[in-house]
C-alpha cells in the first residue's frame, strides 16, 4: 500500500486556551493538487506552519515526505518547497543571483545549480534576464520564477501559501498549468487561495472553520453536497457557521 505523503490525524495547536487548529485529520497523495482554504482566522496559517516543520504540534501525530513533525521536522524542511504571496525571493538580487542562493540553500551542488540555473532560464525564457534585479521584472515573472525555484531541488511537496494573490485572471491561469505540470511529474502540491475559481482545479479540497475541517471532498462532491453551482457559494455556505469571519 502506497503511503499518503502528507498525513495528520488529530492534528491540534494550542496556544494558551485558545486552540488554533483543532483535531486535523486528513491525507494526501503524491501527485495530488489538494486545496486548503478557510477563512482568515480560520486555522490555515497555523497548520501550514506545522506541516512544514516551523511549528511543533501540541497533540496529535502528523508526518510530512514521509517524516515525523516531531522528530523529524529538519528533513520535512529539506523535502519540500514552499511559495508564499511574497514570493520568498529577493528584489535586490538578479534573476540569476536568486536561483543560485535558493539552490545552495536546498543542499544542491554547484554541477547541479549550473545545469539546472541553465535548465530554468531556458524554460521560463528568462535567459535575456539572468542578470536583472528581480525587482524590474512583472509580478506574473516573479511569480513563475518563485514557483520554479521552489521546486527545483525536485521535493514532493510544495506548499503555496496564497501564490497568485495580486495577478490578472491570465496570468494566473499559466500559473495554474505550471502546477499541473508539476503534479503530473509527481509532485503533490497542497495550495491556499482565496480565489474560489481556483479551488475548482483542485483534485480535492478542504475548508477549515474554526480550527477545524468542516468539508473535505472533491470541488464536484462539495457543490452537490451544498446544492450549490459554484465553490464560492460552498464556501459562504460554510463560513456563515464561522465566529471568525
Excluded at 183 to 196: A, P
Amino acid at each position: 500500500m502506497v503511503k499518503p505523503v502528507i498525513f495528520t490525524d488529530k492534528l491540534t495547536r494550542r496556544f494558551g486556551d485558545f486552540i488554533a487548529v483543532d483535531e486535523l485529520s486528513f491525507s494526501v497523495d503524491k501527485g495530488e493538487i489538494f486545496g486548503f482554504l478557510g477563512a482568515n482566522g480560520a486555522g490555515k496559517t497555523t497548520a501550514i506552519r506545522m506541516l512544514t516543520g516551523l511549528l511543533t504540534p501540541s497533540t496529535g501525530a502528523a508526518s510530512v515526505a514521509g517524516f515525523d513533525l516531531y522528530t523529524e521536522s529538519e528533513k520535512v524542511k529539506r523535502n519540500i518547497g514552499y511559495m508564499s504571496q511574497r514570493f520568498s525571493l529577493y528584489d535586490d538580487l538578479t534573476v540569476k543571483e536568486n536561483i543560485r542562493f535558493f539552490a545552495g540553500i536546498y543542499g544542491l551542488t554547484d554541477t547541479a545549480i549550473r545545469e539546472k540555473s541553465a535548465k530554468l532560464l531556458e524554460t521560463l525564457d528568462l535567459q535575456h534576464a539572468a542578470n536583472t534585479l528581480l525587482r524590474s521584472l512583472p509580478l506574473g515573472w516573479k511569480q513563475k520564477l518563485a514557483f520554479s525555484v521552489a521546486i527545483l531541488h525536485e521535493p514532493k511537496i510544495v506548499f503555496l501559501d496564497e501564490p497568485t494573490g495580486g495577478v490578472d485572471p491570465i496570468t494566473r491561469r499559466r500559473f495554474w498549468d505550471m502546477i499541473y505540470e508539476a503534479s503530473e511529474k509527481g509532485v503533490t502540491v497542497f495550495v491556499t487561495t482565496h480565489y474560489m475559481d481556483e479551488a475548482e482545479y483542485c483534485d480535492r479540497i478542504s475548508i477549515m472553520v474554526d480550527g477545524r475541517v468542516a468539508a473535505l471532498d472533491t470541488p464536484e462532491a462539495l457543490k452537490r453536497q451544498h446544492g450549490v453551482e459554484s465553490m464560492n457559494e460552498v464556501f459562504i455556505n460554510l463560513a456563515r457557521h464561522d465566529k471568525t469571519f
